[in-house]
Each structure stands twice: as C-alpha cells, then as structure tokens.
T-cell receptor, first 111, second 114 residues
Framework: DAKTTQPPSMDCAEGRAANLPCNHS???????VYWYRQIHSQGPQYIIH???NNETNEMASLIITEDRKSSTLILPHATLRDTAVYYC????????????FGTGTRLKVLA | NAGVTQTPKFQVLKTGQSMTLQCAQD?????MYWYRQDPGMGLRLIYY???????DKGEVPNGYNVSRLNKREFSLRLESAAPSQTSVYFC?????????????FGSGTRLTVV
C-alpha cells in the first residue's frame, strides 16, 4: 500500500499559487519524498524530490515539515497547463528506488 | 530525443492470446520498471529490474513475466491474456546505482483484452 495520503481533488485559480498537501506520517529516516504529475493519460512526469530540506527548481517548490511527516508541493503561478493528477511518493534505496503510487490529487486550474 | 520508448502504443487481444510489450531506454539507466494503470486509478508496479540481469516482483505480478534483455531493454509478456489485464502499461527507467534523479516514463501501451 502507498505510504502517503493526499486529498482526491483541488481547484486553483489561474495565476495563483497551488499548494498540494501530502501526509506521510510513517516515513522513515532514509526515505525521500517525490512528486510526479500525470497530464491526461500521458506517462507521469518527475517534478521534484527532497529528503529533509526544502527544495526548489524551475517547476515547483517542495516544503517538508521538520518532523518529515508531511509535505507541500507549491506551484507558484499555476497555469491551465498545470491541470493534472499529482502524486506524492516516498521511497528509499534498496537496490533501486521503487515507487508505490497512491491515487494522487486531481488539480484543476480554473481560468 | 532521449527517453523511454514503448511499443506498441495500442493493442487489442483476444482472451487467451499472448503478447510481449517492448520497452527501451537510451539514457544508460540501470533500473527499469513496468507499471499498469486502470481507469481512475494510480499506477501499480508489476515488475522491476534494479540492474541488468536482475528482476523482481512488484505489487501485481500475477499473469506477467519479464525479461531484462540487456541494459537498454526490458520486456513484459502476457502469456494468456485475460480481460482483467485491460489497462494502460507504462515502462520507466531510473539512474545508476545509488543516484537519485527520478524516473523517466514512456508514453504507455494501451491494451484491451476482449
């Protein structure tokens, strides 16, 4: 079973920040937090990942709480093209990084 | 373009037929994976290969076999297709041992078993 819990759906106004929460209360010390998104029925796309510190790249920011039991993916200026299903995954290295997906959050960006 | 290539993109099978889904990556990744995605659901891991020469079962391996043909190629075989295997199948690959740069996914194979 997936180790993460996400709200099934969220709406966000175009141009506003989209904040997508994820609960991973049973995360272990070596597990990373990953975020992916899936637009329509395409293959999932990597967004960002982190271990303890907050991370930022050209797509998004990842905020991980100090106790690492939850995180938030922030899309700073959402556009209509950000409408997708967003998956939060935790995984550690055991020969490879094996992902168990949950059902994700369906984000709809509204014009 | 570099990435993960899956063939075929679409396939219709009759119950009991067999087929092999092909996956190839040109990024020199060590690890490769097969997932299935049913309508309205998240992805479920079928099999994975942490490195060339190794394969392991994932969450839902029953009814499937895999072959890591070489470092580039990882195939998924359905020996006797069943309607319950109607799904979209995604192949993915990831970086070398110990490196952590996320997965690259293919565009999927849409399989219908009638």
């Amino acid at each position: 079973d997936a180790k993460t819990t996400q709200p099934p759906s969220m709406d966000c106004a175009e141009g506003r920040a989209a904040n997508l929460p994820c609960n991973h209360s049973t995360i272990s010390g070596n597990e990373y937090v990953y975020w992916y998104r899936q637009i329509h029925s395409q293959g999932p796309q990597y967004i960002i990942h982190g271990l303890k510190n907050n991370e930022t790249n050209e797509m998004a920011s990842l905020i991980i709480t100090e106790d690492r039991k939850s995180s938030t993916l922030i899309l700073p200026h959402a556009t209509l093209r950000d409408t997708a299903v967003y998956y939060c995954i935790v995984s550690d290295y055991s020969g490879t990084y094996k992902y168990i997906f949950g059902t994700g959050t369906r984000l709809k960006v509204l014009a | 373009n570099a990435g993960v290539t899956q063939t075929p993109k679409f396939q219709v099978l009759k119950t009991g037929q067999s087929m092999t889904l092909q996956c190839a990556q040109d990024m020199n990744h060590n690890s490769m994976y097969w997932y299935r995605q049913d309508p309205g659901m998240g992805l479920r891991l079928i099999y994975y290969s942490a490195s060339e020469g190794t394969t392991d079962k994932g969450e839902v391996p029953n009814g499937y076999n895999v072959s890591r043909l070489n470092k580039r190629e990882f195939s998924l075989r359905l020996e006797s297709a069943a309607p319950s295997q109607t799904s979209v199948y995604f192949c993915a690959s990831s970086e070398a041992v110990g490196q952590n740069y996320g997965y690259t996914f293919g565009s999927g194979t849409r399989l219908t078993v009638v």
